[in-house]
């Protein structure tokens, strides 16, 4: 039976080295000079989160607009990166901004692509299998429509679909 798995897969290559050439540029930027301003990349476990470091709000503010440039011309799509965190207050007058990369289909976006594939009357079925939600149709022509609805209707992740098996 033809199926493929839709998955949340950063290019984490692609995303260290933004990281890297970001901390480069802020390093000989001349509004960086004499600040302790940089990128630092953590990963626990499964989780892999960037943590943005500078002397003040507006720097933490260039620092993430350097950040998104980088990713933008290493082709990966910032919206594998989660901002909605609070900006922390360390020592002093530094702050921290901690920025969540998202990896593996959440359950919620799961049950969301599950509903999506059952409202579309197309003759394919979505099961959850842990992070990932594998679809198997009996077609190869469902599973290409499948596809194509994914990409319409969820829009606020970069899912990408890999393992396509006839």
């Not at 910032?78 to 921290?96: H, W």
């Not at 679809?135 to 992740?157: C, M, N, Y």
């Amino acid at each position: 039976m033809p199926s493929f798995d839709v998955v949340l897969e950063p290019d984490l290559v692609e995303l260290r080295n933004a990281v890297d050439q970001s901390n480069k540029e802020i390093g000989t930027r001349f509004d960086f000079k004499g600040s302790s301003s940089h990128i630092d990349s953590v990963e626990t476990g499964k989780k892999r989160q960037l943590q943005l470091l500078a002397d003040s709000d507006f720097q933490i503010n260039q620092v993430r607009d350097i950040l998104l440039a980088k990713l933008s011309k290493r082709g990966v799509d910032v919206r594998f990166l989660d901002f909605s965190a609070k900006l922390e207050k360390l020592g002093g007058d530094k702050v921290r901004l901690t920025v969540e990369v998202k990896q593996g289909v959440d359950s919620d976006t799961a049950k969301k692509v599950q509903s999506a594939l059952k409202q579309s009357k197309l003759k394919v079925q979505g099961s959850i299998q842990g992070d990932t939600v594998r679809v198997t149709g009996g077609k190869r022509d469902d599973l290409q429509g499948a596809i194509a609805l994914l990409r319409k209707e969820v829009t606020d992740l970069p899912l990408s679909f890999n393992n396509f098996r006839d």
